[in-house]
């Protein structure tokens, strides 16, 4: 069992659309979360850190809840642009940071 | 803002031979990771460093070495290299205080 699970998807939504992601760790010593998105071929983009008390910036609300150690990430009025693959990924304190194999979105007019 | 820089951005090996990665850290960012990305993977943590002392091994095989020198910048040196170290080799790079990573571009290798 991989320690961070996604839904691979992929996720069609059409343009203006409200989609949301979930991920689950199974590491309780988990110390910091985050959203990454990775365009093909491209480099990992850090998207958002996630906190527990949830944060949100522009169309992107991320939320954590360590008890059932879930983390989502909400996109609002989704656009062309937000086609790619979100990572979720963990911390555990150290250097390492453990990703999800991400979640697939396609954004369709 | 300046950016993680990696180099080159694309590497043609054949098998057995070595490669060197290097990777130029963000301004002020004195911590470096790298990290490995098969096709089709996520990418797997292989070794970081700390003022120029290695904090964190991961999955580096005993073939990988990297160092991390006085301007921060890093270089990963990959000797014998085989057929299944065809991957994406990305560098990211973060402030001690601060635990976000930001990737470089990533140096694509194909061992042949």
């Known amino acids: 069992r991989k320690e961070v699970e996604q839904d691979p998807g992929p996720f069609n939504v059409p343009e203006g659309a409200t989609v949301a992601f979930n991920c689950t760790y199974s590491n309780s010593a988990s110390q910091s979360f985050f959203w990454y998105r990775q365009d093909c071929r491209k480099e990992p983009k850090l998207l958002m850190s996630?906190?527990?008390s949830g944060n949100e910036d522009g169309r992107f609300t991320a939320q954590l809840n360590r008890a059932s150690q879930y983390i989502s990430l909400l996109i609002r009025d989704s656009k062309l642009s937000d086609s790619a693959t979100y990572l979720c990924v963990v911390n555990m304190d150290t250097d390492k940071l453990i990703f999800g194999t991400g979640t697939r979105l396609q954004v369709f007019p | 803002a300046a950016g993680v820089i990696q180099s080159p951005r694309h590497l043609i090996k054949e098998k057995r031979e070595t490669a060197t990665l290097k990777c130029y850290p963000i301004p002020r960012h004195d911590t470096v990771y790298w990290y490995q990305q098969g096709p089709g993977q996520d990418p797997q943590f292989l070794i970081s460093?700390?003022?120029?002392?290695?904090?964190d091994k991961g999955s580096i095989p005993d073939r990988f070495s990297a160092q991390q020198f006085s301007d921060y910048h890093s270089e990963l040196n990959m000797s014998s290299l085989e057929l299944g170290d065809s991957a994406l080799y990305f560098c990211?790079?973060?402030?001690?205080?601060?635990?976000?990573?930001?990737f470089g571009p990533g140096t694509r290798l194909t061992v042949l």
């Open positions: 990211a790079s973060s402030s001690k205080n601060n635990n976000e990573q930001f």
């Open positions: 996630v906190y527990s």
């Open positions: 460093f700390y003022e120029k002392m290695q904090s």
